[in-house]
């Protein structure tokens, strides 16, 4: 199983639209591909692919629940909790969810055995069924709850479901940035893509992005939308730093309109799918180069 | 009663704080004597998430009857209600001094609902 | 004299929120700028500070193993639930630094009592000098969380620089998503302009921050940017926005001058053309509707 991440270091790059052509491509050519839409505060990928047949399934954190005959109020759950999630009032424990961790520390230390976990539902993973003509595929979709600020839980379970059986390709849309839930995105991939534009602020987040993929000790190439828009800087970076460029999508306005109607560039722009080819041609001979290195 | 009143600096002469778990400090005083004592908060204001939890039970264990601040969250709120604390409102840039005054002729209105979101880290 | 303080969100990224608030910046006269988007900080790039001092930045601790007292029993990676505990082929334990979400119930249950807590450093903040105004931006360690919390003090910092230098205004550029980042760029704020592009994905990602608007009860406005790219999407954000409350939607169409002036390294409004034209009609909008909102405060307050 080959398993690609598309990332940024900036949001509104072309991330989404990276990864849903490339997902419907690959269906297209008779590969067995897995859409993972794990940007689940933003989840996007579904408005392009009209996937059918969805089930959901809650994504669930354990929180911990008082026994009150047990508990004596000594405080010890309140001053284990380094998330301010339990307090002590008086004689009764005020448990507060949003801000819990589900670390453990509480119902394991509690010296009276009060505490006992139970669940909460924070998001949802989606799987659906997307159609293309002759072969379909499946895209899975973290949604984190709106209000809920934790999204890695939802991450960690769409990675999961992407880990089943039945695909020869695992592509994951990442959340943009660097931080927690990216990373929770990316970890295991055997490519990241990193999606960028080439103007100075698609530069500067490149570079993040870039420092982030080989802290995590990973390989990246890289992915250029809106070719032409901005200067040469991008790809003198890209040289310098030995990054491949799989694919230069270039500024064009009727890509940019078929992306506002939610259309996928492959079916509306047919004369694009040759530069999705090559792009994915590229992203594996960038893996199996990579794994007959010494 | 004690009343605890935010702040900005440790002085009730200092202006009320309008956050509520990020406050820099807590004036802990007597309305009867007006004898106080300040409480520091920096820790807390600084750190993550939880802020409000933290600083509602601060000031339960002080004893007090009331906190005079600007807003509370969801949490505070929580943690206030369960230790019977009323929560008042004063006003913008106001000292604490000004505050404890217009709280002894209950100029000050009541909250009973959290009056901003909750922030969650 | 409290500063008032205007957000500029997006949801979705790589609407032009950041090219905005740069505008904003050059016609406000004076503010203080506060880059909340501490994952990929950009603001800088167009408003080219002279950087100020950098400041360490520590939201959190990490559990650190010693060898010596260490006696192998592997209690820790039995109690950490974040897969932080790793074992060497020899025996030696060690944590994961990125996957320690800092609980310390491994230090805890340690019966050799080998593991301590240090805090993190895992960013810096800085104060910066701009033609516009005092700059407030940080930048968040690569492969760490936990922004939320670089981003209140970041807020903190613009604050007390809009009181130190009596400033009445402070321009923050908010984060993106609708998680813990954005929800610390609008606590307590008082206005916020939601920035978006009439595509699909735009709206999708709109509606859901306006749901965090909203459960803050603050004040909002709409900027679509890129109007004319669809223009019947735009006419339909603009109508579900201001149905949903948007104090007003103003529209501002494509413009390449705003990627050359990002090029070129100044804000839109020092660079010129259509677009800047539109931006400082939202300006003078938005800076009308903050007057508004100052008077209505009181209840609030």
């Known amino acids: 199983m080959l398993r690609i991440a598309v990332a940024s270091g900036k949001g509104g790059t072309g991330k989404t639209t990276l990864a849903v052509n490339l997902a419907a491509l690959l269906a297209d050519q008779g590969h067995g591909v897995r859409l993972l839409d794990a940007d689940v505060e933003e989840p996007d990928c579904h408005l392009f692919l009209h996937p059918h047949d969805e089930s959901s399934a809650p994504v669930d954190v354990l929180i911990p629940v008082v026994d009150d005959a047990r508990c ?54 989606r799987r659906g069924t997307v159609d293309r003509p002759g072969a379909s595929f499946e895209l899975v979709t973290g949604v984190l709850t709106v209000g809920e600020a934790k999204p890695v ?27 927690c839930p990216v990373i929770e995105s990316v970890r295991g991939a055997d490519l990241v893509v990193l999606v ?30 809106r070719a032409g828009v901005g200067d040469d800087r991008t790809l ?13 999508l270039p500024d064009d306005r009727r890509i940019a309109e078929a992306y506002s109607r939610g259309e996928l560039l492959v079916d509306a722009l047919p004369e694009l799918r040759q530069l999705f080819e090559s792009m994915w041609r590229r992203i594996v001979n960038a893996v199996t180069a990579q794994e007959v290195r010494p | 009663m004690k009343v605890a009143i935010t702040t900005q600096d440790n002085d009730i002469d200092a202006l009320v704080d309008p956050r509520f778990g990020r406050a820099a400090w807590f004036i802990i005083v007597d309305p ?19 802020a409000g939890v933290q600083a ?66 | 004299m409290e500063p008032r303080e205007l957000v500029v969100i997006s949801g979705k990224g790589g609407t032009g929120k950041t090219s905005v608030v740069a505008a904003f910046a050059a016609l406000a006269g004076g503010a203080v700028l506060a880059d909340c988007d501490v994952d990929a ?96 931006h940080a930048r968040l360690g690569v492969a760490e969380d936990n922004s939320g919390k670089l981003v209140t003090h970041v807020r903190k910092e613009a604050r007390a620089t809009a009181l130190r230098e009596g400033l009445p205004l402070i321009l923050a550029d908010g984060a993106p998503g609708i998680g813990c980042p954005v929800i ?56 579900d926005v201001l149905a949903q409350g948007a104090l007003f939607a103003r529209t501002v169409d494509y413009d390449p001058a705003v990627t050359a002036a990002q090029v070129a390294g100044v804000d839109v409004v020092t660079y010129g053309g259509r677009a800047a034209a539109a931006i400082e009609e939202a300006w003078n909008e938005t800076a009308r509707a903050l007057a508004v909102t100052e008077e209505g405060d009181v209840s609030h307050a």
Not at chain 1, 236 to 248: A, D, I, K, P, S
Not at chain 2, 34 to 46: I, L
Request: glycine fraction near 8%.
């Open chain 2, 32 to 50: 009867e004597s007006e004898e106080w004592t300040a409480v520091d908060n920096r820790a807390n204001a600084d750190a993550g998430g939880g």
């Open chain 1, 236 to 248: 003198r970076y890209c040289e310098e730093e030995g990054l491949e460029v799989v694919l230069e």
């Open chain 3, 41 to 136: 900080a950009d603001l800088h790039l167009v408003l080219r500070p002279e950087l100020g001092e950098p400041h360490d930045f520590s939201s959190r601790s990490c559990a650190v193993i010693e060898p010596d007292p260490c006696t192998g029993c592997g209690r820790c990676a039995e109690v950490c639930r974040f897969d932080a505990v790793s074992r060497s082929p020899d025996d030696e334990y060690s944590i994961d630094t990125i996957a320690c979400e800092g609980c310390a119930l491994c230090m805890r249950v340690c019966p050799a009592d080998a593991i301590r807590m240090e805090s993190v450093v895992n960013g810096v903040w800085m104060v910066s000098t701009t033609r516009f105004g005092p700059l407030v």
């Open chain 2, 56 to 121: 509602g039970t601060i000031v339960a264990d002080q004893g007090v009857g009331a906190v005079i601040t600007g807003n509370v969250g969801p949490n505070a709120h929580r943690t206030l209600a369960a230790a019977g604390v009323s929560v008042y409102q004063a006003g913008n840039g106001v000292t604490a001094r000004e505050a404890l005054r217009r709280y002894k002729a209950q100029e000050l209105p009541v909250v009973t609902t959290p009056t901003v979101a909750g922030h969650w880290s």
């Open chain 3, 184 to 239: 610390a760029s609008l606590t307590g704020a008082h206005f916020v302009l939601a920035v978006t592009e009439p595509t699909v994905s735009g709206r999708h990602d709109l509606e859901r921050v306006l749901q965090v608007v909203r459960g803050f009860r603050l004040p909002f406005a709409v900027l679509v940017n890129k109007a004319d790219l669809n223009p019947e999407l735009t006419e339909a954000v603009t109508a």
């Open chain 1, 153 to 179: 839980p939802v991450t960690k379970a769409v990675r999961a479901a992407g880990e089943r059986e039945g695909a020869d390709v695992v592509l994951v849309d990442a959340p943009p940035g660097t931080s």
């Open chain 1, 196 to 225: 960028t534009e080439p103007t100075p602020f698609g530069l500067n987040d490149l570079r993040l992005a870039v420092e982030m993929v080989r802290a995590l000790g990973l390989r990246a190439v890289v992915a250029i939308n």
């Open chain 1, 72 to 125: 004596t109020a000594c405080r010890v759950c309140a001053d284990v909790c380094a998330f301010n999630a339990i307090t002590v009032i008086g004689s009764s424990v005020l448990v507060f969810p949003e801000l819990c961790h589900s670390c453990g520390a509480c119902p394991l230390l509690c010296p009276e055995s009060a505490l006992h976990e139970e669940s909460r539902t924070t998001g949802q993973v």
